[in-house]
């Protein structure tokens, strides 16, 4: 044999050895893989159930749960919430808890050091201490139904093989934290910086000036009750003049990055219900899709439950929607005889209190009546991989202390996600509700997040209340700013009572609408509180959407959600035409020629839509820099608040044009606005392709990703993710759209009619990549094709029996 021929047969045995370890990696990959996929066929044995429960599955992995009780199907709705979705549940009870670093190591840690200083997980076991004995028999029956489904897998889900640790048991209080989750997540991530920032504001602004440009814009305002606000009011060179002021340098920096602050993202929703009269059944029709971060899979799980009910129409209660991993609740569906949606509030749930401390002995502070001692907690937040981190929180009786005021000054956050009476169960009676006056009685007495909830139906009849049973009444302080709670009667007296709930029902017009806006006025305002009102355009152009037509069918909501018509920024537009009219700038001619042609919709191919909404987002940044800039002088660590929109102040600074608060560094108003116009074309115009290259849908892509893709490598995590389509779509508009932001689910139905109803969500209904149902759905939402509420014919049948 020759020296070639050895050194061919060696190196093509070498190929052939890693040819075949590749395929024995790849082989183990799949075999785990496969091993924590759900089961979906066949039958299980499990000592917790009473009498069987059948779970069918459709084509979209609707889970279709059929027993002879709701306690055994809160057993299976758990086994099944455990092998589709235990890693995401685990994320959300961790991720309350302040636990995330345990499993995920240091990356985590910031985020656990902001969570654990609420100790939610003490909060939620005392909250399941007060519960009822039914409603922890619930739980725990769910509970007991996670940790089967848990063990039944041949493998422990994917994700804990990656991350080389083994998923812990699930506990009938984690699912209160899972709701505390949800505070988090609606309610500015517990750490209330907006009334931080107001009060920086007010420190260094004249009261008026504050006031000014934090000013509603009653031109896009839609609320169900009240008048609109009053049209802001613009200071004159006696409150204040930023030509003699001593505006502070660098504010042309400052705008370049104040820009994209003026633009946050707000978890929210919109929800919209129209009468019986404007339906051709003569039942009230719902629609409600909820905005959220988006992830694989999406946060909500295709279900329909079926169980004997005395209260139900021939006695069998059939409901269908979503719920959500990690509780046994519906959150959003149909019953048949009703139907629900939720949207977030913005009402005011968090409070800065100034804290005393006794000069002589720090440990105590201010209360009415004398001195209470500060109590401190060492919590001990485990880090994979690292040393723990002991976090010391110091607790008062109106929550820890977590912020300082202007002047220094410690203070304590009340927030009700603090309070155990803010967590329970209730929502799950809105499975056994009758029409829409019992289901708006029922609200006040939910556990959750203070939402707006819209109830429809199938007699006809439509109503809207706030929903969660801690709705703080405040006496003797300005709930906008750190107050001093230590005199008797001031802070928080008490909790709000049902019959002091705003509430509607019937509206002459048949139509009801929310979408995070301002929803009334007067007293009803003065208890709900102002927690950052969306600017109200979108809640404005769904009710323009409802008012257009005088018939409705589930598809003609959904077109109301699928509407990406930016009537928001039309007058915007026109302002851009105005001010490049007489422009000979080459560049400026080219912006204006791309704009001049108005289709008014946020649609990926857009180019004028993506100019537009940039020149109006400088010009904001351009007339806010200035203030900002003046607080940053005193509180550097000042930002815009992310919640409270200045379009109603900028719009009327534009128009008026008060040489008193322009920017010294403009010689006029119409300069400011060619340089936010030359910032466009700089920006945008450098990019390959030029402007004309600069389409809507370049940026505003799906990007919705598996929590674990970004630790991943590249080929992987597009295994993992979502396709990232191109969206139409924003945030002043009905279709919510942004990277890894928007609808987390459309729903359209008129109870007793379900199955023309709809039901699109992004992301699939699956966590394992193996799974038939990993991303299905997902294409449908991408492109806003209806899918059935209603599930289709079973593709698969799994039997839960008790054990013998």
């Not at 070498?14 to 066929?41: C, F, K, N, P």
């Not at 959300?92 to 840690?109: D, H, K």
């Not at 200071?235 to 505006?247: E, H, I, Y």
Request: hydrophobic share 40%.
């Amino acid at each position: 044999m020759t020296k070639k021929s050895r050194r061919f047969r060696w190196l093509t045995g070498l190929a052939l050895a890693v040819l075949a370890l590749l395929l024995i990696a790849v082989g183990t990959g799949w075999w785990l893989l496969a091993g924590s996929r759900a089961q979906l066929d066949g039958s299980r044995h499990l000592a917790q159930l009473a009498h069987p429960v059948s779970i069918t599955r459709d084509a979209l992995g609707t889970a279709t749960f059929t027993g002879q009780s709701r306690d055994d199907i809160d057993v299976a709705l758990g086994y099944v919430h455990a092998q589709e979705r235990f890693f995401e549940m685990d994320l959300m009870r961790r991720m309350a808890a302040g636990e995330l670093s345990a499993l995920v190591g240091p990356a985590a840690l910031k985020l656990d050091l902001n969570h654990r200083r609420h100790r939610l997980r003490a909060v939620a076991e005392a909250a399941y201490a007060r519960l009822s004995p039914a409603s922890r028999h619930t739980l725990e029956l769910y509970s007991e139904g996670v940790n089967a489904g848990l063990a039944a897998m041949r493998e422990r889900p994917w994700e804990y093989l990656l991350l080389r640790t083994r998923p812990q048991p699930w506990k009938p209080e984690d699912c209160l934290l899972v709701i505390a989750a949800m505070y988090l997540d609606l309610n500015s991530d517990g750490r209330n910086q907006r009334e931080l920032r107001l009060a920086q504001m007010r420190a260094v602004l004249p009261a008026s000036l504050t006031d000014f440009l934090l000013s509603p814009a009653p031109v896009w305002e839609a609320p169900l009750q009240g008048g609109l606000s009053r049209s802001p009011v613009v200071p004159g060179a006696n409150v204040f003049d930023l030509r003699q002021s001593g505006t502070p340098a660098g504010t042309a920096k400052l705008a370049a990055t104040l820009a994209p602050t003026l633009e946050a993202k707000r978890p929210g929703s919109n929800n919209f219900a129209v009468g019986g009269q404007l339906t051709q059944s003569g039942a009230a029709a719902l629609a409600n899709d909820m905005h959220l971060g988006l992830s694989v899979p999406d946060i909500w799980f295709r279900t329909r439950l079926r169980y004997p009910d005395a209260s139900a129409p021939n006695g069998q209660r059939d409901v269908v929607g979503v719920s959500l991993p990690g509780t046994p609740a519906m959150v959003v569906g149909s019953n048949g005889q009703i139907a629900w949606g939720f949207t977030n509030s913005y009402g005011d749930w968090l409070d800065w209190v100034r804290v005393q401390r006794d000069p002589q002995d720090p440990s105590r502070y201010k209360v009415p009546g004398g001195w209470a001692s500060i109590q401190t907690h060492d919590e001990t937040i485990q880090v994979k991989g690292a040393p723990s981190h002991v976090l010391k929180v110091e607790d008062t009786r109106w929550g820890p202390i977590m912020g300082k005021a202007p002047d220094g000054t410690p203070l304590a956050l009340d927030w009700i996600a603090q309070h155990p009476r803010a967590y329970n169960l209730d929502l799950m009676q809105l499975e056994h509700a009758g029409d829409v006056k019992a289901a708006l009685d029922l609200a006040p007495g939910f556990g959750m997040p203070p939402q707006n909830l819209l109830v429809a139906d199938s007699d006809g009849h439509i109503g809207w209340t706030i929903a969660g049973n801690a709705i703080p009444l405040r006496h003797g302080f300005d709930p906008q700013l750190p107050a001093d709670w230590s005199q008797a009667g001031s802070g928080w007296i008490g909790w709000a009572a049902p019959a002091q709930y705003p509430r509607i029902e019937d509206p002459a017009d048949h139509r009801l609408w929310t979408a995070n806006n301002r929803t009334v006025g007067g007293s009803a305002l003065a208890l709900l509180g102002n927690g950052g009102h969306d600017l109200g355009a979108r809640a404005q152009q769904i009710r323009n959407d409802l008012h257009a037509r005088a018939g409705f069918s589930p598809g003609n909501l959904l077109d109301i959600q699928l509407d990406d018509r930016a009537v928001f920024l039309t007058r915007w537009q026109r302002l851009l035409q105005q001010t490049l009219a007489h422009t000979d700038d080459p560049a400026l001619l080219k912006l204006k020629k791309l704009t001049a042609i108005w289709r008014e919709r946020a649609a990926p191919n857009s180019v004028d839509y993506r100019l537009v909404r940039a020149f109006r987002n400088q010009v904001k940044a351009e007339v806010m820099a200035p203030f900002v800039a003046h607080v940053k002088q005193h509180y550097p660590d000042f930002s815009w608040p992310r919640l409270d929109n200045p379009e109603a102040a900028v719009w009327a600074l534009v128009h008026q044009q008060p040489a008193n608060l322009l920017d010294p560094r403009f010689k006029d108003w119409h300069a400011l606005l060619i340089a936010a116009a030359k910032h466009v074309t700089d920006t945008l115009g450098s990019e390959p392709g030029g402007l004309a290259a600069r389409t809507w849908g370049e940026v505003n892509h799906a990007d919705i990703d598996h929590p674990l893709a970004r630790a991943l490598p590249g080929f992987l995590a597009h295994f993992l993710d979502m396709p990232d389509d191109e969206l139409p779509g924003d945030h002043d508009m009905p279709r919510v759209a942004a990277p890894g932001f928007g609808a987390s689910e459309r729903l359209d139905v008129t109870p007793g009619h379900e199955a023309r109803g709809i039901l699109e969500m992004p992301g699939g209904q699956s966590d394992n990549p193996l799974s038939p149902y990993y991303g299905a759905g997902h294409e449908d939402w991408v492109h806003g094709r209806p899918t059935p509420l209603l599930p289709g014919p079973a593709q698969h049948t799994l039997t839960l029996e008790p054990a013998t």
